[in-house]
């Protein structure tokens, strides 16, 4: 069974920094490119971030390019986000997601996370 | 950025109703289209890949269509665990955007 675990949400003030973490199980995590995708509250998804199988290649959403940073550890099955000069509107539920071929059609983020909630107030 | 638009934003349907979805993106997609299931508090799944192909876990009751720009999501009997959130999403291209959710209501 295929379980993704993050963790490293939290409370903290404008302008701190933050690692959020997701660890992957029951699959070659190196086979498989990974995504940031984040809910604040009462909205809809929003994807932050991608990184490919390898690592060798990253994509962020403009709005974030430059404080927010994507790699990975694939000895240690784990896909990380770190996140600077956080504003209030950054709060959110971030989950990661595993990316695979939609059948020949693009992309799809098919094993979720459960999620981790970052909160950034003063 | 490619644009989502969901129609409508919130629906309330009975059990055993017929309920279509809509979503329209701002270009052609061609068949990049993905559809995600959101409940309260847990993780979203994906539903439909590739416009209109079936996750393992989903029912035969649901079903999704279209191609280029406009795609629709039906679920043909409605039931109990299909009140939910329902997201489309673009891989056509970056950044992958999704639309702003449909929110569906028990009537």
């Known amino acids: 069974e295929v379980q993704l675990l993050e963790s490293g949400g939290g409370l903290l003030q404008p302008g701190g920094s933050l690692r959020l973490s997701c660890v992957a199980s029951?699959?070659?995590?190196?086979?498989?490119?990974m995504t940031w995708v984040r809910q604040a509250p009462g909205k809809g998804l929003e994807w932050v971030s991608s990184?490919?199988?390898?690592?060798?290649?990253?994509e962020y959403t403009d709005s974030l390019k430059g404080r927010f940073s994507i790699s990975r550890d694939n000895s240690k099955n784990t896909v990380f986000l770190q996140m600077s000069s956080l504003r209030a509107e950054d709060t959110a539920v971030y989950y990661c997601?595993?990316?695979?071929?939609?059948?020949?059609?693009?992309?799809?983020?098919?094993?979720w996370g459960q999620g981790t909630l970052v909160t950034v107030s003063s | 950025d490619i644009q989502m638009t969901q129609s409508p934003s919130s629906l309330s349907a009975s059990v055993g109703d017929r309920v279509t979805v809509t979503c329209r993106a701002s270009?052609?997609?061609?068949?990049?289209l993905n559809w995600y299931q959101k409940k309260p508090g847990e993780a979203p799944k994906l539903l439909i890949y590739?416009?209109?192909n079936l996750q393992g876990w989903v029912p035969s009751r649901f079903s999704g269509s279209g191609s280029g720009t406009d795609f629709t999501l039906t679920i043909s009997s409605l039931q109990p665990d299909d009140f939910a959130t329902y997201y489309c999403?673009?891989?056509?291209?970056?950044?992958?955007?999704f639309g702003q959710g449909t929110k569906v209501e028990i009537k």
């Open positions: 590739g416009a209109s």
């Open positions: 990184i490919s199988a390898s690592g060798g290649s990253t």
């Open positions: 997601a595993t990316i695979s071929g939609a059948g020949g059609d693009g992309t799809c983020y098919d094993y």
């Open positions: 999403q673009q891989s056509y291209n970056v950044p992958p955007t």
């Open positions: 029951g699959l070659r995590f190196s086979n498989y490119g």
């Open positions: 270009q052609s997609i061609s068949r990049n």
